[in-house]
């Protein structure tokens, strides 16, 4: 069965594509299928995958206007062993012409229905902005992982988006739920990742992940050379976290379908 997973932040810089591309690497290394679906213009997530967002036949701006099914649009990337639905900033024209369009936020589900049974998991990066894109994202999926800093202001934008994710379920998406969140750039010396850490588990329990991604040079390095850090330097720490997370979320899935069969 598949697992469709949006990666979701407003907030800049909090890791959500180097979260997307190293999660999804992860999970293909542990043999599942695995899709990308860039929703940022920036295609940060489709270039950190290995592909030249500037030279692209088909992006995800094609698929969501109508003009390209998502299987001509699909493009494989290599090193990372996962397929990708690409983005450039075409996509920033496709949010404009969406609203105008009648069950406009329903686009991107309707596209990728035809994939979904191709994969074991979709994964979804996000733009930082509560958008018709991430709207998108959101209403096709069944669960969001919110990447965070542990720093003051990330627990402020935090609500924010747990009242958008409730929006989405009682209006379009009944199935989508807080997969979990994911301390992110974690630094153990600093007081104040402490305290908001604590402060997380405090409130949200078992919905924070146990792994924590950590400040590490490698990870920030991997993106410009197009590689998930799985193939950059498979002993970083940001590496081990990355698949420590995998295997938690797998962990997880296991679980709950566990459950759901019984």
Request: proline share 3%.
């Amino acid at each position: 069965m598949t697992k469709t997973i949006t990666i979701a932040n407003q907030k800049g810089g909090v890791g959500k594509t180097t979260t997307t591309v190293n999660l999804a690497a992860a999970l293909a290394a542990t043999r599942r299928r695995v899709l990308l679906i860039d929703m940022d213009p920036q295609g940060n997530a489709t270039m950190g995958s290995g592909i030249d967002k500037n030279d692209l036949q088909y992006s995800v701006c094609d698929v969501l206007l109508g003009d390209a099914s998502a299987s001509q649009a699909l493009r494989h990337a290599t090193e990372a062993g996962y397929d990708v639905l690409p983005a450039n900033a075409d996509l920033t024209a496709a949010e404009v012409q969406l609203m105008n369009r009648i069950g406009r936020e329903k686009q991107l589900s309707l596209a990728i229905d035809t994939l979904r049974d191709n994969y074991d998991y979709i994964l979804i990066d996000c733009p930082p902005a509560l958008n018709m894109l991430t709207v998108n994202a959101l209403v096709a999926a069944d669960g969001v992982v919110i990447p965070m800093q542990c720093e003051y202001f990330a627990l402020e934008g935090l609500s924010s988006l747990l009242d958008t994710i409730e929006q989405i379920r009682v209006s379009v998406n009944p199935e989508i739920r807080l997969e979990g969140l994911l301390r992110t750039m974690y630094d153990p010396r600093n007081n104040l990742s402490n305290d908001v850490s604590s402060e997380l588990v405090e409130h949200f329990g078992d919905q924070v992940y146990r792994t924590v991604i950590p400040r590490n040079v490698a990870l920030a390095e991997a993106p410009s050379f197009g590689l998930s850090i799985l193939k950059y330097d498979k002993n970083s720490r940001g590496s081990l976290a990355y698949l420590a997370l995998a295997g938690e979320v797998l962990r997880r899935d296991a679980k709950q379908n566990h459950y759901v069969n019984q």
